[in-house]
């Protein structure tokens, strides 16, 4: 069995829950991306950008890729401290991709150019928006194929909601993550930021104490507030 076709079985798994994260929900705000990795790499040299919003969930789900596919794992700017032989003909994740520099960018995606290579950087803009001052980067960069997510839609906010409060054995009164959802910035960071809040609160967590929550706390509100919607 090749190595590319042991991949792409190992991608027909379902999508596990990460230790210590999250479970991730697959939604229509996700669910081209997942499609998007559940089949790649299919053959060696390929690169391919995750890119969206920051809180949407892309490092996270590139995280489930790297894992079922052996990759390893680079971080920006400290991708230049890899060393290459270790690199050549494997997977490999590069997230926070724009901060790597031009020199190590090149590098890598000459390197996925190799049997068993493949590069999967992450960012929030598309690496066609990246300013480089190397032309032969600038044209691998604008060839790459760039998958992108949206914001965390109300099925993916939730089931961050319900695992944060769960981390913390909080069990909200009824309706208060719906409440939720329906007011903070559309975010993992968001989410984690308000139950933060609220578990210090040592109360238990209802609708009413969400409201003065959020109330004194305007950074997490969404925009959708700004345009009209009352908590």
Known sequence: MSVHRSLRDQMRLPLVREAGAAPFVRSPANGFAVEALAGWPDQAGQVMALCGPAGCGKSHLAAIWAERVGAIPLNGAEAAQADPLELEGRPVLLDIARDADDETLFHLINLSQ??????????????????????????????????????????????????????????????????????????????????????????????????????????????????????
């Open 114 to 231: 190799q049997d068993g290579g493949a590069l999967l950087m992450v960012s929030r803009p598309s690496p066609r928006h990246w300013r480089v001052a190397v032309p032969d980067l600038r044209s691998r960069l604008d060839a790459v194929r760039v998958v992108a997510m949206d914001a965390p839609d109300d099925a993916v906010l939730s089931a961050i909601l319900a695992a944060r409060f769960a981390e913390r054995s909080i069990t909200p009164g009824e309706g208060v993550i719906d409440y939720l959802v329906r007011r903070i910035d559309r975010s993992a960071a968001a989410a984690a930021g308000v139950v933060e809040r609220l578990d210090a609160e040592h109360r238990p967590v209802t609708r009413s104490l969400a409201r003065q929550v959020l109330d004194a706390g305007d950074d997490l509100f969404d925009d959708a507030r700004g345009s009209g919607l009352q908590p």
